[in-house]
């Protein structure tokens, strides 16, 4: 089974400073992969970046960075310079792989709603 | 290049009737799989579907819901005899062929339902 923590409903920022959302995760999956997902107002999802359990280095999208501590099984987002567009759900997820089908859905935490503010 | 399309983006029904609700994957995708969002909470994974087949559907509700994707035209969720519990967004994403588990999964709009 696969589990996803996310232990922050609400995080508030001000604009251009660094925020760090947690995300910790349990699997018996050798292979899996750590997705974070941003879902505005709007509702849409939008793929903001992706870290393999065989990575070695910490996964980097623009603003975006996973620290990913595998012996700790935890994935957190960091954004950086928050922008007022930042405002949204976050929400972590993970896909692991067995055998007798293959890859799995991803299975997502209940998320972090970040405000960033002025 | 168009993305997963959902429809209806919103969807109202009253108490006992059915609703469909309807995922076109990106082009070339064959991996489908379906989501409940509940208000102010994360996306719960229902099924999980390959052309013509359910490869897992441990998320779905053992009665009144459905899902199929056949080999010609777009994925469909199928909720009979809806009641108040079933409004939620439904959220379709898809993946290409393949095993990886790096594999984006693309998401639709999402399907607003409202049983009234």
């Known amino acids: 089974a696969q589990k996803i923590t996310q232990t922050q409903p609400g995080m508030f920022v001000q604009e251009k400073e660094a925020v760090t959302l947690d995300c910790t995760y349990d699997?018996?999956?050798?292979?899996?992969?750590l997705f974070w997902y941003k879902q505005p107002s709007s509702g849409e999802m939008i793929f903001l970046i992706y870290?393999?359990?065989?990575?070695?280095q910490n996964a980097t999208e623009g603003r975006y960075s996973l620290n990913f501590q595998k012996a700790r099984k935890s994935a957190n987002l960091v954004i950086s310079a928050s922008q007022l567009g930042d405002s949204a759900m976050y929400f972590c997820?993970?896909?692991?792989?067995?055998?007798?089908?293959?890859?799995?859905?991803?299975?997502f935490g209940s998320g972090t709603r970040l405000q960033v503010q002025p | 290049n168009a993305g997963v399309m959902q429809n209806p983006r919103h969807l109202v029904r009253r108490r006992g009737q059915e609703a469909r609700l309807r995922c076109s994957p990106v082009?070339?995708?064959?991996?489908v799989y379906w989501y409940r969002q509940l208000p102010e909470e994360g996306l719960k994974f229902m099924v999980y579907?390959?052309?013509?087949?359910?490869?897992?559907e441990s998320g779905m509700p053992k009665e009144r819901f459905s899902a199929e994707f056949p080999k010609e035209g777009p994925s469909i969720l199928r909720i009979q005899q809806v009641v108040r519990g079933d409004s939620a967004a439904y959220f379709c994403?898809?993946?290409?062929?393949?095993?990886?588990?790096?594999?984006?999964?693309?998401f639709g709009q999402g399907t607003r339902l409202t049983v009234v």
């Open positions: 994403a898809s993946s290409p062929p393949g095993q990886g588990v790096n594999t984006e999964a693309f």
């Open positions: 699997t018996s999956d050798q292979s899996y992969g």
């Open positions: 870290q393999g359990s065989y990575d070695e």
């Open positions: 997820a993970m896909r692991g792989f067995f055998m007798d089908t293959g890859r799995r859905a991803l299975t």
């Open positions: 082009k070339g995708h064959s991996h």
């Open positions: 579907l390959q052309k013509e087949n359910i490869i897992d």
